[in-house]
């Protein structure tokens, strides 16, 4: 069904490129993302800027929403209009659609004489590849196992790291009997869908969040071990203020920099608003792995997909973006400002901070030890439809619509109807 939809629009838009030829000079990139936050502007600048320095003109397309579901709202409805962008930002199963959908061109010439197949780890070339051909340029690998916390607040209530789920909510605990909100969290389905991926994470490690969020294996959604997630999900919610509904994600990482909160479950954009905001890691604020969690990385690789515009070949502009992308010193200078690794495994770690080498060092071990997984919250561990009926039931959890037995008996059901 969703299929057939995004095939019928990517005709409809094949029909009226036609209708509209002076809509794109050869050489300006109008590119569809939702990289809105004061971090995520910071990153986008490089990219432009590396552009605006050959003459390809920006045409910026900004469409707010972490996990990019409101982006590819908008998205549809451009290719449903014929009005498609020259390229979009784009993560995981959504890239996979586009592309069976017959929309994407075809970025294999670039990525041959590139070497992008030797670069870039294989779970992310499977999702950048469509049929032996490129049909996205991977610019980072973020992963979202992470706690980033604040020093002046860890100071306070005196530690320790935390290195187990016990240990995380004992130091909860402390932050709150100082006075300290213990968890920043925001009110998004995707932001809580992210928390939700580290608990099953922590709960039954890389076995289960393989088996209940990636393969949907029926005996592991059914399984005590996601249970007790659930449980944990509804004990972990206790711990944010009552404000948090709604709440923008780095929004929420602004309460940990300022240290009104102790800390924030978030991908590692996170570590690009502290930068931001010139914290340094290690003086201003802390990064550990979820605890529990150290050895697997839940990753959520961007990438930008270039559009096919009648039946000519990547305009000069969108060729210049491809290449650029996955050139070693972009991935390094856009990554340090991003808080993602680089895509490419052969950039060195030089210019980055300390959270930013580990993130590297940790993929790196990761890929190594095949615990590699794709982020369901970020729609690389299941198809849109499912990713975002999981998150649903998630986040009536988490807003306490449902309870922790409701929400794990609801559960399994989300995902069969979703299917
Ligand atoms: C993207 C990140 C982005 C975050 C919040 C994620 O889906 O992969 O690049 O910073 O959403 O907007």
């Given amino acids: 069904m969703f299929k057939k939809m995004l095939l019928g629009a ?41 552009l605006g320095d050959q003459g390809v003109e920006w045409k910026d397309a900004p469409v707010a929403g972490g996990g990019g579901s409101g982006a590819m709202t908008t998205l549809k409805a451009r290719m449903t209009a014929g009005n498609p962008p020259s390229a979009s930002q784009m993560l995981g199963f959504a890239i996979q659609d586009w592309a069976d959908a017959g929309a994407l061109a075809d970025l294999t010439p670039i990525a041959t004489a590139n070497h992008w197949d030797t670069a870039i780890p294989k779970a992310i070339q ?22 980033w916390v604040s020093k002046a607040a860890m100071d306070k209530i005196g530690g320790p790291a935390p290195t187990t789920y016990d240990e995380l909510i004992a130091l909860m605990d402390k932050a709150k009997a100082a006075g300290i909100i213990p968890l920043a969290q925001g009110g998004q389905a995707w932001q809580e869908a992210t928390l939700f991926d580290s608990i099953v994470l922590t709960t039954g490690g890389p076995g289960l969040y393989q088996k209940a969020l990636i393969d949907l294996d029926p005996a592991a959604l ?18 944010a203020d009552k404000n948090f509904p709604g709440r923008d994600w780095n929004l929420a990482t602004a309460m940990v920099i300022k240290g009104d909160a102790l800390l924030q479950v978030m991908g590692d954009w996170a570590k690009g608003e502290f930068i931001n905001a010139k914290k340094v890691p290690g003086t201003d604020f802390l990064c550990f792995r979820f605890p529990g969690t150290q050895g697997t990385v839940t990753f959520n690789a961007d990438q930008f997909v270039f559009f096919k ?14 290449t650029d992308i ?26 980055f901070d300390a959270c930013g080498k580990k993130g590297m060092a940790d993929l790196k071990e990761a890929v190594a030890k095949g615990t590699l997984l794709g982020s369901s919250a970020q729609g690389y561990g299941v198809p849109p439809a499912i990713q975002n009926a999981m ?29």
């Fill in 391 to 419: 998150a649903d039931v998630i986040t009536k959890e988490f807003e306490g619509q449902i309870t922790a037995d409701q929400a794990f008996a609801e559960f399994p059901k989300a995902i069969a109807a979703a299917k």
């Fill in 222 to 239: 059914a399984s005590p071990e996601m249970h007790t997630a659930f449980t944990r999900l509804a004990k972990i919610a206790s711990y």
């Fill in 326 to 351: 996955e050139s070693p010193a972009f991935q390094s200078a856009f990554n340090v400002i991003k808080g993602s690794a680089p895509a490419r495994t052969d950039v060195s770690d030089a210019a």
């Fill in 126 to 147: 499977k999702f950048a590849t469509f049929d032996g051909k490129w049909i996205a340029a991977p610019v980072n690998v973020h992963s979202t196992n992470w706690i």
């Fill in 309 to 322: 515009h009648g039946s000519s070949p990547l305009d000069a502009g969108s060729t210049k973006m491809a």
């Fill in 10 to 50: 990517a005709m409809v838009g094949a029909a009226l490129i036609g209708l509209q030829p002076a809509a794109r000079a050869a050489e300006s990139v109008e590119v569809l993302h939702w990289w809105t936050s004061g971090g995520e502007a910071a990153g986008l600048a490089v990219l432009k800027k590396t």
